[in-house]
């Protein structure tokens, strides 16, 4: 029973288009965050939240941007997609930022063609 | 910034044997340390977490050492089964933000 969802599973998208990566947790957690894991890279921090407010960005475009509508959603933006932004995004939360258990979603595989 | 290599990349083994995945950071000031598991299709499991202070774990069919002198973090699945067959990252945190980073994962195959 999966306690954080992330929506679709796999998704393929036109270059120069846009999508939107949706992401719920029913932990009752307080931070959420997106990785990113490609072929070419290990996983990869993108963003944290915590109550909702952005508290730490390490993704370099601004053509990422996570959507916070709820305290349990994080949805993740991504406009004009490139080819190498193909690979699978990873939502997870942990109770607060401080916590060091981190639960990760089941992920969506993106693919831009 | 941290970087986390991870070895090997893939991993076959009979069941029964034993399974070794190791990692090595950079940063001295990681502070906490992971190992998790993600089976094809499922999301990453914590397996364990690892304090500074704290060596030696042992788990449910696995032992995990960390040494911060050699900055070198390990898993070691004993006696594997097939059902152990997945990929494995480990992943290392400082302790001043929550930014988590992992290694590059190793794909374990275990043969009956």
């Known amino acids: 029973d999966p306690k954080i969802i992330q929506k679709p599973k796999y998704l393929v998208a036109v270059t120069g288009s846009e999508k939107i990566l949706i992401c719920e947790q029913y932990?009752?957690?307080?931070?959420m965050y997106w990785y990113r894991q490609s072929a070419k890279k290990p996983l990869e921090f993108m963003f944290s939240y915590s109550y909702q407010k952005l508290m730490d960005n390490q993704t370099a475009s601004s053509r990422f941007q996570p959507q916070s509508s709820k305290k349990n959603h994080l949805d993740l933006q991504i406009t004009a997609l490139k080819p190498d932004d193909s690979a699978t995004y990873f939502c997870?939360?942990?109770?607060?930022?401080?916590?060091?258990?981190?639960?990760f979603g089941k992920g969506t595989r993106l693919t831009v063609v | 910034g941290e970087q986390v290599e991870q070895r090997p990349p893939h991993l076959s083994v009979r069941e029964g044997d034993s399974a070794v995945i190791t990692c090595t950071y950079t940063?001295?000031?990681?502070?906490?340390f992971f190992w998790y598991k993600q089976e094809p299709g499922a999301s990453l499991q914590l397996l364990m977490k690892v304090f500074s202070s704290t060596e030696i774990n042992e788990g449910q069919g696995f032992t995990v050492l960390l040494n911060k002198k050699d900055k070198r973090l390990s898993l070691n699945l004993t006696a594997a089964h097939p059902g152990d067959s997945a990929a494995y990252f480990c992943?290392?945190?400082?302790?001043?933000?929550?930014?988590?980073?992992f290694g590059d994962g190793t794909q374990l195959v275990v043969k009956p």
């Open positions: 997870a939360s942990s109770q607060d930022p401080r916590n060091t258990e981190v639960f």
């Open positions: 940063d001295p000031n990681s502070y906490y």
């Open positions: 932990l009752g957690h307080n931070a």
């Open positions: 992943a290392v945190r400082k302790n001043s933000n929550n930014r988590i980073f």
